[in-house]
Structure formats: structure tokens, C-alpha cells
């Protein structure tokens, strides 16, 4: 069965930093491109970042872009999201998602998310 | 870029009934990538169609899919009790790469 459980989400000061993890199971993460996803709450899905399957290809959103780094562990079956200079507006329920085997894909399984608010 | 236009925002209807769900993209969407989600309360997204028109394991059969270059629809031939959920168009062929339409509320009459 596929898993994706994430963590490390919570209270973080505006301008303070955060990571997110995402550990896998249940199929072969070293295969697949993956993906972080967050919704503000009440709101829609945006798309924040995606990485290939061997971690030498990344995309951010340009919300995003330069402030968080998406990265990838295949022996730990472990996705990153290390989130720095934090603002109010990426308060967001983040979610890890399984891509396809090529960038050009659905996102099959996602985890169950993981809440982080930026308030001081 | 890509702009993912959703409708209506809330729809409305009954058990038993028929929904018609629409995606309308600013630019043709390449290859027919794009795939629909279904989310309720508390709860991560499920894939339900990719491709414009295929289910994802598991998914019954009322759940279907059509369209193709702007336009696509989500079909439910006949809702049941836990059907009523938000539902959200993807695409993930164009740049920016896998963006999102803004949701469609599916509630019960």
C-alpha cells in the first residue's frame, strides 16, 4: 500500500524557517518525480515545487521561488521542503504528492498533509 | 500561462442526480493533461480522472471524463451520499506546470 506521511509542520515567526518531511512506503520512491502541494485553508490546491526522481532537477512556483528548496533522500524514502524567510501568506495545509516517472504527470497519491501557520 | 477557470462554484443537487462539471482552460491544454480530484473535509485530494478521461484505480464507474483542447466536464451519471465533496480540475502538460482550477462545491439539495 502506498504511504506518504508528512511532518514537521507548526508555529513559525514571520521571517523564521521550517522543514517539512515526507516519508514514503509501499512502492519505489527512487522511480518517481514528486511534489509539494498546499491549500490555504478554505481555499484551493496550488502547486509549490516538484522534484525528479533522482533529485538533480528541480521547479518552484514563483511564489516561492528562492525561499524554499525542495530536495529528496532515496535511501531515507524521504521528501524535503525546507521553507525559509516565512510570511503570513504561506500559512498553508502542505501536502507531499507522488508524481509520475516523467514531469508530465497526475499526482496519484498524496499524504494526509501537514499544518504550518507563520503569526507571531 | 495557463488559467484553469472552474463552474459553476457551488452546484447544487440531489442524490440520485446527475452533475456536470466544467474546466475551461485560457490555452489548449497539451496532450489532454489534465486530470480531476476530488476532496472532502479534513482530507487529502484523491485522483479520479487523468489524461481528460481515465479513472484512476479504484474510481467507479459514474465517475467519467471528456473533453479536450479548452474544454473539459466531469461527469457523475448518478450522485450518491458521498459523492458531495469539492472537486478540482489539474493540468499538468503547460507552464506554468501543474496548476489548478479554484474548485467546484458539490452539495446536497
Known amino acids: 500500500e502506498v504511504q506518504l506521511v508528512e511532518s514537521g509542520g507548526g508555529l513559525v515567526q514571520p521571517g523564521g524557517s521550517l522543514r517539512l518531511s515526507c516519508e514514503a512506503s509501499?512502492?519505489?520512491?527512487?522511480?518517481?518525480?514528486m511534489h509539494w502541494v498546499r491549500q490555504v485553508p478554505g481555499k484551493g490546491l496550488v502547486w509549490v515545487s516538484r522534484?525528479?526522481?533522482?533529485?538533480?532537477?528541480?521547479s518552484y512556483a514563483d511564489s516561492v521561488k528562492g525561499r524554499f528548496t525542495i530536495s529528496r533522500d532515496n535511501a531515507k524514502n524521504t521528501l524535503y521542503l525546507q521553507m525559509n524567510s516565512l510570511r503570513a501568506e504561506d500559512t498553508a495545509v502542505y501536502y507531499c504528492?507522488?508524481?509520475?516517472?516523467?514531469?508530465?504527470?497526475?499526482?496519484?497519491?498524496w499524504g494526509q498533509g501537514t499544518l504550518v501557520t507563520v503569526s507571531s | 500561462e495557463i488559467v484553469l477557470t472552474q463552474s459553476p462554484g457551488t452546484l447544487s443537487l440531489s442524490p440520485g442526480e446527475r452533475a456536470t462539471l466544467s474546466c475551461r482552460a485560457s490555452?489548449?491544454?497539451?496532450?489532454?493533461?489534465l486530470a480531476w480530484y476530488q476532496q472532502k473535509p479534513g482530507q487529502a485530494p484523491r485522483l479520479l480522472i487523468y489524461?481528460?478521461?481515465s479513472r484512476a484505480t479504484g474510481i467507479p464507474d459514474r465517475f467519467s471524463g471528456s473533453g479536450s483542447g479548452t474544454d473539459f466536464t466531469l461527469t457523475i451519471s448518478r450522485l450518491e451520499p458521498e459523492d458531495f465533496a469539492v472537486y478540482y480540475c489539474?493540468?499538468?502538460?503547460?507552464?506554468?506546470?501543474?496548476?489548478f482550477g479554484q474548485g467546484t462545491k458539490l452539495e446536497i439539495k
Open positions: 504528492a507522488r508524481g509520475g516517472q516523467q514531469l508530465a504527470s497526475d499526482f496519484d497519491y
Open positions: 509501499g512502492f519505489s520512491f527512487s522511480s518517481y518525480w
Open positions: 522534484i525528479n526522481s533522482d533529485g538533480s532537477s528541480t
Open positions: 490555452q489548449s491544454v497539451r496532450s489532454s493533461y
Open positions: 489524461g481528460a478521461s
Open positions: 489539474q493540468q499538468y502538460g503547460n507552464s506554468p506546470l501543474y496548476s
